[in-house]
């Protein structure tokens, strides 16, 4: 096998097509609904032209929902409000069906699939197809220890690579990407403060079920002295996922620059799927524009994080399971711009000697509005 080399992916993932990008909000313009009518759908539909390269857009057929399994050492410290080490019992409800992602997956008829990559179970006792990308059982505990060794991270990244061609080479159309663990989203904040260069009080978050105070509080110390740990590393983002993250954000990011030269577009769901985000962009600084963020989560640290992709969730309903809930709920939505900016008709031309379209809508700028991202600056 030969050595990971994360620079390639500067070289190996290019922007969506602006060529498209710019046919889709030409017919945009034709379309008898006015321009803004439509809201941010447009430029969701727009987003979704240039990254299938296609115009009009197909829909979206093969959706599939993606999820990172592991447990975390540092749920140890009780910063979570589940016990550690009960990743399992998430990934079951998930597989039984019980589970909120799994329920809302079964109605819109979305596929679901789970990849174990450190869940702290016997890995018999998950199916086979589960467990075939599992690393490693949990992670250190990241105040004190590296989270995984340099082998353990790079396995977990190339886990995360493999399942991106292998939905990509199953013809899904768009990913669903979300987590299950415990511990997760206090792993995460430490990720986003350390490429933020933030405090740990400003990404602490109270978690999957809410913690109390004092667990706050000892998250909040386990973050910053696990940014301590990440200051060395931050330079080099296999290493900083080895010290600091954990095997399901490093195949999550892995997951997310292999999709991106897949050109397979991706939903992100919460605080952690965020933070491999803002990994990923690290790496490579244009595969954001692969993606999408399904929801605000309320964890502040995902805000922290999206505002340095400078993306904008397209739903804020506070749902805090992670599981890729949050995604799944904005599924719908990207699926409802796929229809409408794919099969609105067009404008028959006016015919010869009538007034054409008002100046001002014909001379309308078609460069990129910016409504999926925040204002730069
Ligand atoms: C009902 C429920 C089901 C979930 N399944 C996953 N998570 C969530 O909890 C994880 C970690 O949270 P923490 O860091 O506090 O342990 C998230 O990564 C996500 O998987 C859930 C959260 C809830 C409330
Ligand atoms: O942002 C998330 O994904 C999240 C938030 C709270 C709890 N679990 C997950």
Redesign the pocket.
Known sequence: MSALNLDDFSDLIKRPDSTVRRAAEERRERLAVPPGALGRLDELGEWLAAARAEVPVAPVERPRVVLFAADHGV?GLE????PAGTAEA?VR?VLAGE??VAVLADRLGVPVRVVDVAVDCDPGTLPAEVVRHRVRRGSGVIDREDALTAGEAERAFRAGMAVADEEADAGTDLVVL?????????VAATLIAALCGTDASVVTGR???P?DDLAWMRKCAAIRDALRRARPVLGDQLELLAAVGGADLAALTGFLLQSAVRRTPVILD?V?TSAAALVAQRVAFRAPDWWVCGQLSGEPGQAKALDRLAMEPLLDQGV????GLGALLALPLVQAAAALSGALPEQQPAPEGEAGPAPEAADEPAGESGLLKKAEG
């Open positions: 749920a910063v979570s409000a589940r998430l409800a589970a909120p979300g987590d299950l663990s415990v511990g997760g989203t206090t978690g999957g079920l913690i919460g952690v805090r399971v992670g599981e």
